[in-house]
């Protein structure tokens, strides 16, 4: 069990630009999150889908920012028009239901330029 | 809406030590209250979780968490600490209805030799 998988760990993207971050849930969760993390604003949540549907959103930002669960074996988060304000860690979560233990990927350090 | 109040942004201690990190939380309904341990350049791992039943709830390497529901508390304690406990605690409630953790800002535990 290799855990949450997040692509890449890293990305600098310039001012204007799309930035598509990827996730591997662990196979066999039902329950796939998104959240941000940065100094200022600490832990947000963004989304989660549930058997791939979308469950919540309440915590995306409404015009730049969307999230994608095509098939069960990844998700996608996708951010158009990258703003300096966007730069955070991105952290892609699973769990086998809601309200079990969540693992956390690694995370994908956003820097905008 | 739903908070988390982790009231010291810094602990530190020396090894050995007994510690206690500090939640309190606002929540109009049913909960799941979990702390989350993050080491410096990682994702989040978790550490414990309570619903219901016994108060006092056991966690991985040692650590507890007691819950109270007349001070709305879910406070962390470990009886004796070990200098790779450094790390950034977070405090986490999310409610029985959604997967969505709502996080504290996080205390950072800092253990001296």
């Known amino acids: 069990n290799a855990g949450v998988i997040q692509t890449p760990r890293h990305k600098v993207t310039g001012k204007g630009q799309e930035a598509t971050l990827w996730c591997e849930p662990i196979s066999g969760h039902s329950a796939v999150f998104w959240y941000r993390q940065t100094i200022v604003q600490g832990l947000e949540f963004l989304t989660y889908?549930?058997?791939?549907?979308?469950?919540?959103d309440s915590g995306m930002p409404k015009e730049r920012f969307s999230a994608q669960m095509p098939n069960q074996s990844h998700s996608t988060l996708k951010i158009q028009s990258t703003q300096p304000q966007d730069s955070a860690v991105y952290l892609c979560?699973?769990?086998?239901?809601?309200?079990?233990?969540?693992?956390f990927g690694k995370g994908t350090r956003l820097t905008v330029v | 809406t739903q908070t988390v109040s982790q009231s010291d942004a810094h602990v530190t201690v020396f090894e050995g030590d007994s510690v206690e990190l500090r939640c309190n939380y606002s929540?109009?309904?049913?909960?799941?209250l979990s702390w989350y341990i993050q080491h410096h350049g990682h994702g989040l791992q978790f550490l414990l979780k309570y619903y219901s039943g016994n108060p006092v709830v056991q966690g991985v390497n040692g650590f507890e968490a007691e819950f109270s529901k007349s001070d709305s508390s879910f406070h962390l304690r470990k009886a004796s600490v070990h200098w790779s406990d450094s790390a950034v605690y977070f405090c986490?409630?999310?409610?029985?209805?959604?997967?969505?953790?709502?996080f504290g800002d996080g205390t950072v535990l800092t253990v001296k030799p």
């Open positions: 889908f549930r058997n791939q549907a979308p469950i919540d």
């Open positions: 979560a699973s769990s086998l239901q809601e309200n079990t233990e969540v693992f």
């Open positions: 986490a409630v999310t409610g029985t209805n959604t997967g969505k953790l709502t």
């Open positions: 929540y109009g309904g049913s909960i799941y």
